[in-house]
C-alpha cells in the first residue's frame, strides 16, 4: 500500500513562491510509475497540474496550460519524494492540492481517475 503525504502549502501573497512535497512511502517510485498533481478549488472539479513519468531513462513532464512556465514538478529518488515548485503564483491557483501516485498509461495520465493513491492535500492560498 502507498501512502503519499503532501507538505509545503500555506498563504502567500501573488507574484510569491511556494515549492510542495509529495513524500511516498509503501513503495518506491520506478520505471512506469507516475507522480501527480492535482488541485480542486472551492466549488470546481479537481484539475490537472502537473504530472512526472518515471522511465528507465529518466522521467517526462507533462504540465496543464495554465501552470506551464510557472510550476516545475521534479524528484528525489533519494528521498522518494516528489516536488512541485510554484512561482508566479496568482490568486486563480488558490486550491486545495493533492499529489497522486499510479501506474504510467497513455490513457490516463492526465486524468484523475488514471492515479490510484491520493494524499490528503495541502492548502494554498494566494493572495492579491
Known amino acids: 500500500q502507498v501512502q503519499l503525504v503532501e507538505s509545503g502549502g500555506g498563504l502567500v501573497q501573488a507574484g510569491g513562491s511556494l515549492r510542495l512535497s509529495c513524500a511516498a512511502s509503501g513503495r518506491t517510485f520506478s520505471s512506469n510509475n507516475m507522480v501527480g498533481w492535482f488541485r480542486q478549488a472551492p466549488g470546481k472539479e479537481r484539475e490537472f497540474v502537473a504530472t512526472i513519468i518515471f522511465t528507465w531513462i529518466g522521467s517526462t513532464t507533462y504540465y496543464s496550460d495554465s501552470v506551464k512556465g510557472r510550476f516545475t514538478i521534479s524528484r528525489d529518488n533519494a528521498k522518494n519524494t516528489v516536488y512541485l515548485q510554484m512561482n508566479s503564483l496568482n490568486p486563480e491557483d488558490t486550491a486545495v492540492y493533492y499529489c497522486?501516485?499510479?501506474?504510467?498509461?497513455?490513457?490516463?495520465?492526465?486524468?484523475?481517475?488514471?492515479?490510484?493513491?491520493w494524499g490528503q492535500g495541502t492548502q494554498v492560498t494566494v493572495s492579491s
Open positions: 497522486a501516485a499510479g501506474s504510467y498509461s497513455t490513457r490516463n495520465y492526465l486524468k484523475s481517475s488514471g492515479y490510484d493513491y
